[in-house]
């Protein structure tokens, strides 16, 4: 058996819009029993909130929509993350750009993408960050964000098979 796909999501401070990938293509992969194949995780470009549980506004939004993100404890990402991912989810521009500029350092780096090149019904590229806003932005952020995993999930087999040649 080959080695699981590794997929990482990053957002500023991994604890709103990355966290909600995490969560989401988790579920979505073990609803369609891919979880041994696909492993998912997330981070942070900055460590403010290195520890701390996801923003009580990002799990309520989960939980309207369905899902559990009680357990997400922020992390930063590091050089060795970008070696060990095939894929990195980025939120915006801002992160593609930071993390563009640390895999230029690291041999072997994952490839890093918008987190909505996935949705093939984006009117934009980036996922807006919900921080400063309201629920009603949470769970925007978590419909674009799940339309995001579920094209993702869509070209698996595709990622997948790419991997093996």
Not at 2 to 30: A, H, W
Not at 37 to 49: N, P, Q, Y
């Amino acid at each position: 058996m080959s080695k699981p796909y590794r997929v990482q999501f990053v957002c500023t401070g991994n604890i709103c819009r990355s966290p909600m990938g995490e969560v989401i293509l988790r579920d979505l992969l073990e609803r369609e029993g891919l979880s041994d194949k696909v492993i998912v995780d997330s981070a942070g470009t900055g460590s403010w909130h290195v520890g701390e549980p996801a923003d009580p506004r990002t799990v309520q939004a989960l939980q309207r929509g369905g899902y559990d993100g009680r357990a997400h404890r922020a992390k930063q990402l590091t050089p060795p993350d970008l070696a060990e991912r095939d894929v990195v989810l980025v939120a915006d521009r801002g992160h593609l750009d930071e993390v563009e500029r640390m895999a230029q350092h690291v041999e072997g780096a994952a490839e890093v993408r918008l987190m909505r090149e996935f949705d093939p019904t984006a009117d934009k590229d980036e996922v807006d960050d919900p921080y400063f806003g309201d629920d009603a932005g949470f769970d925007r952020c978590r419909d674009e964000v799940e339309a995001a995993c579920r094209g993702l999930l869509a070209e698996l087999p595709n990622l997948l098979s790419n991997r093996l040649q």
